[in-house]
């Protein structure tokens, strides 16, 4: 689940250029603003249908997760 986690980062980074969203201000990095429960969101640019394989990469529950074979298909 961790490496699900790193590759929702991954995809969000190489499919816009930057990290998801989230409160750059209070947090340095991606992990720990989903360790302190804020939600990360994909930025706009990216088609729906990736999004929304993306963004349950990135829950802070690793069971929430999906497993590789389902970001595969």
Do not use: H, W
Not at 34 to 54: F, M
Request: proline fraction near 8%.
């Amino acid at each position: 689940a961790c490496d699900i986690f790193a590759l929702g980062l991954m995809f969000s980074l190489y499919l816009t250029g930057q990290l998801p969203e989230y409160d750059t201000a209070k947090y340095n990095y991606p992990c720990a603003a989903v360790g302190d429960g804020e939600k990360l969101k994909v930025k706009s640019g990216v088609p729906t249908g990736l999004a929304a394989i993306i963004e349950p990469m990135l829950q802070a529950n690793p069971a929430s997760r999906p497993n590789i074979q389902q970001v595969f298909e």
